[in-house]
């Protein structure tokens, strides 16, 4: 079976994402404030798994070794930027909200969404061979570890803030990033104590 290409993988993503924002118009109310509120609430949450596969990618496969676990961490970077073009997608439903229908966000949101955007786009940026040697491993590394903490503590604001008002979809969420987390600290334990025993 041929493999799909990684520019595949990804535009399908962002297809996808573009699709599920379209779907929030359609429910939401059409082309109004509330249409696109949904658009961005709903692409939010299509990105979501998306980011915690690749997140959670090298820890299943050092915890779970081989099966679809391998395939994942072989595929982690297609996946990865496919979160970041299904989350672009996300943003452009945003600025919809700001620019077209008037909705100003608080300005916590403005700057610190901003600065994770900003990760995010270094991220994709350099989710490449080249980059990885100019800026040298462990540099790569610092951006993608604070990236990533930085997105899922997003995610995990966004979540707990759904708690009160929509408990069924806070909670799971909040459950799957606390199982990744768990999953990251129970990989990178047992590499210690590799590093240990070696």
């Not at 573009?18 to 929030?24: E, I, P, R, Y």
């Not at 408990?167 to 990744?180: E, H, M, R």
């Amino acid at each position: 079976m041929k493999t799909l290409s990684t520019s595949t993988i990804v535009l399908s993503a962002a297809l996808a994402a573009a699709a599920v924002g379209a779907l929030g118009f359609a429910t939401g109310g059409g082309w109004t404030h509330d249409g696109a509120l949904m658009a961005t609430r709903l692409t939010a949450r299509f990105s979501f798994p998306i980011f915690l596969a690749a997140w959670s990618a090298s820890a299943l496969a050092a915890m779970f070794p081989g099966g679809w676990r391998a395939a994942l961490l072989r595929r982690r970077r297609a996946v990865g930027l496919s979160f970041a073009a299904a989350h672009f997608v996300h943003l452009a439903f945003i600025l919809d909200v700001v620019l077209v229908f008037h909705h100003a966000p608080p300005t916590v949101t403005v700057y610190g969404g901003g600065f994770v955007y900003v990760l995010i786009a270094a991220m994709a940026l350099t989710s490449n061979d080249a980059a990885i040697k100019a800026m040298g491993r462990s540099a790569w590394k610092a951006l993608h570890t604070t990236g990533g903490i930085a997105i899922l503590l997003v995610f995990a604001n966004s979540y707990a803030a759904r708690l009160k008002t929509m408990p069924w979809l806070g909670a799971p969420a909040l459950a799957l990033i606390a199982l990744a987390a768990a999953l990251k600290l129970a990989a990178w334990l047992k590499r210690g104590r590799r590093l240990q025993a070696a």
